[in-house]
């Protein structure tokens, strides 16, 4: 059997990512089940609602304020001391608000993974479903991306689509969406943690040929 590997989740906030690969870990039920053990989670801001989920769900949890650190390099480097206590085969980003810097990302090379609540490459960065909305597309949705030194660049691994509708407002988009967030984040783990993915000039191929996107509906 092989050893089960290690994940830390970052955060920044209220953690339902978080909450969903955590599940995905504990669940009994063997198609959903992430063969994984989430060893940590890490939150950069001390009062983050998610690491009392964390911790009520068994992980052990700790905090790395950015703000106690002069420069982000020394902030950078000391998350790198804290995760690395965890031996993690995977570093996942759930809501992780702070841009990390080119050290850290290659320290990490093809074992960051971060989601995005867009259809990438379109609105990389904030403020997505606001800025959908404006352009008036008809297609929105969410990204699973290994993470590169460039933001939200990296290489592909799951998207989710849901159709904008007439009557969609920010709030009621960004709720559709996080339910695929939901799915295809957990799904895109257990593809890394059981060594399905593959990546030929930056487009990632699942090995069994299982489907690297989902249409959600309404
Ligand atoms: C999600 O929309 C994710 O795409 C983005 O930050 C949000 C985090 O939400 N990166 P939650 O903390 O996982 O609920």
Not at 29 to 58: F, H, K, M
Not at 59 to 66: E, Y
Not at 75 to 92: E, G, K, R, T
Request: glycine share 6%; net charge negative; charged share 20%.
């Amino acid at each position: 059997m092989l050893p089960v590997k290690n994940i830390v989740i970052l955060i920044s906030g209220r953690g339902s990512n978080m909450e969903a690969i955590i599940r995905a870990a504990q669940t009994e039920c063997w198609e959903s089940q992430l063969d994984a053990r989430i060893a940590a989670v890490v939150s950069n801001r001390p009062n983050a609602p998610g690491l009392a989920i964390a911790q009520s769900l068994g992980i052990p949890t700790a905090a790395l304020d950015h703000k106690a650190y002069p420069s982000r390099e020394d902030f950078d480097a000391a998350l790198v001391d804290l995760i690395d206590q965890y031996s993690p085969d995977l570093v996942v980003l759930a809501g992780f608000m702070r841009v990390l810097g080119a050290r850290v990302v290659c320290h990490y090379e093809h074992r960051l993974l971060n989601i995005h609540p867009s259809l990438l490459p379109s609105f990389s960065g904030l403020d997505t479903h606001r800025r959908a909305l404006i352009a008036g597309v008809k297609l929105h949705g969410t990204t699973v991306h290994f993470v590169t030194p460039e933001l939200d660049a990296g290489p592909i691994i799951i998207q989710a689509a849901v159709p904008i509708l007439p009557t969609d407002d920010e709030k009621t988009l960004a709720e559709r969406v996080l339910q695929q967030e939901h799915l295809i984040y957990p799904r895109a783990i257990r593809w890394c943690v059981q060594n399905a993915l593959s990546i030929n000039h930056g487009i990632v191929h699942q090995r069994d040929g299982e489907p690297q996107f989902i249409l959600g509906t309404t």
